[in-house]
Structure formats: C-alpha cells, structure tokens
C-alpha cells in the first residue's frame, strides 16, 4: 500500500511559480520502496481528460516532459524524504488543473493516485 498527498497548489497569476510537492507514505506492498517506484505528475484540467506532465525514473537520473511544459516545469524527486516535487515556472493560464502525482507500478499509467492539488493561474 502507498499513499500519496499533494500540496503547493493555489491561485497565481501569469507569469508567476509554484512548487508542488507529492509525500509518499505506508507499508510497502510487494517488497517495494519510493526509491523504488518511478513517479510522475498529470493534470485534469477543467473540462477535459486527464493528461500527462512529467515524470522521474527511480532514481531521479531520467526525466520525461510534455511538450506543453517543457523548459517551464521540472520534476525531481527526494527519496530520503519520500517525496516528489514540480517547480513550476512561468505559468500560463493554459496549466490550470488539477495536479495528480502517481507512482508507477508497470504500465504507461500509475497504479497509486494521490487526491490531487488546485492549480489556477488567471491571466
């Protein structure tokens, strides 16, 4: 079992940063640690399905982005203090949402889910 909170969202306007964070707590399940997990972050905007922003390998060597976000937001991570961050840089109102962060399990998609943190950037 993981369980994971999402904090740092909130009302911003253009042009304007904010830092996410994602504390990933519980037992293991099936022998697994954070470290152990690659984590991502996705957003649902208002209206619309839920998509991908970024994610972190394991060990915090790789990353990937979407295009949308790309040299705006970075992910990293803090496995001593089981915890996953989004810098986010130069807001647009476009990257209003809803921000999830997730840990990977197998898959394209996460398997565990945190309850997800505002994001309204006004223009």
């Known amino acids: 079992q993981v369980q994971l909170v999402e904090s740092g969202g909130g009302l911003v306007q253009a042009g304007d940063s904010l830092r996410l964070s994602c504390a990933a707590s519980?037992?293991?399940?099936?022998?697994?640690?954070?470290?152990?997990?690659?984590m991502g972050w996705f957003r649902r905007p208002p209206g619309k399905e839920r998509e991908f922003v970024a994610k972190?390998?394991?060990?915090?060597?790789?990353?990937a982005y979407a295009d949308s976000v790309k040299g705006r937001f970075t992910i990293s991570r803090d496995n001593a203090e089981n915890t996953v961050y989004l810098q986010m840089n130069s807001l647009k109102p476009e990257d209003t949402a809803v921000y999830y962060c997730?840990?990977?399990?197998?898959?394209?998609?996460?398997?565990?889910w945190g309850q997800g943190t505002q994001v309204t950037v006004s223009s």
């Open positions: 519980g037992r293991t399940f099936s022998g697994r640690t954070f470290s152990l997990y690659d």
């Open positions: 972190i390998h394991k060990s915090g060597g790789t990353t």
């Open positions: 997730g840990a990977y399990v197998v898959g394209a998609l996460p398997i565990y």
